[in-house]
Each structure stands twice: as structure tokens, then as C-alpha cells.
């Protein structure tokens, strides 16, 4: 059973900054793609950002491209998702998950983070 454990979220103003982290608690992490997903009030819970096991690829979505960075550390059985520039619109839960298969879909992840707040002021 694999455990994920996000953490980072706070309260910034827009034009900010925060890293979120997400650490697992065992060795398969290396060999699964993980993704952060974001779910804001009354919304349904949206991609955010993923990266393949190797490190090497990542998808983001078209709403956070530039702005957002996903890595992972394999060693630290970590991943990361730094947030710049952030706008009010980022405010949402944001929740960390590991794939059964690399993608953008909500199905494509079978462990999930139990979620972190971020909260931009304008």
C-alpha cells in the first residue's frame, strides 16, 4: 500500500511563490509516474501537472504552463511542484498521486495525496 503525504500549501498573494512536496512511503515510487491535480470549490478536480518515473518527461496543463515546474527527487522518494506567479484563480486543494499508467486523467492515478491548501490573495 503505497502512502503519499503532501504538504507545502499556504497563504500567498498573487505574484507569489510556494513549493509543494509530496513524499511516499515506499520503494515503488521510482517506477511510477506521479501527478498533482487541483480541485477548487464547487469544481470538479482537475490535472495540474505530471512527471514520468524516470524524471525525464512532464505534462502540464495549458493553465499553469510557465508558471508551474514538477520534479522528483527518486532518492527522497519525493516529488515536488513549485508554483510561481501565482494568480487567485490557483487557489484550490491540491493533491498529489501516484499512476498506473503515465497520463493526465483522473483514472490514470490509483493513490492519492490527502491534499493541501493553496490560497492566493489578489
Known amino acids: 500500500q503505497l502512502q503519499l503525504a503532501d504538504s507545502g500549501g499556504g497563504l500567498v498573494q498573487a505574484g507569489g511563490s510556494l513549493i509543494l512536496s509530496c513524499a511516499t512511503s515506499e520503494g515503488t515510487f521510482s517506477g511510477r509516474g506521479m501527478g498533482w491535480f487541483r480541485q477548487a470549490p464547487w469544481k470538479e478536480r482537475e490535472f495540474v501537472a505530471t512527471?514520468?518515473?524516470?524524471?525525464?518527461?512532464?505534462n502540464y496543463a495549458a493553465s499553469v504552463k510557465g508558471r508551474f515546474t514538477i520534479s522528483r527527487d527518486n532518492a527522497k522518494n519525493t516529488v515536488y511542484l513549485q508554483l510561481n506567479s501565482l494568480k487567485p484563480e490557483d487557489t484550490a486543494v491540491y493533491y498529489c498521486?501516484?499512476?498506473?499508467?503515465?497520463?493526465?486523467?483522473?483514472?490514470?492515478?490509483?493513490?492519492w495525496g490527502q491534499g493541501t491548501q493553496v490560497t492566493v490573495s489578489s
Open positions: 498521486a501516484a499512476a498506473t499508467r503515465w497520463g493526465t486523467n483522473l483514472e490514470d492515478y490509483d493513490y
Open positions: 512527471i514520468s518515473a524516470s524524471g525525464r518527461l512532464s
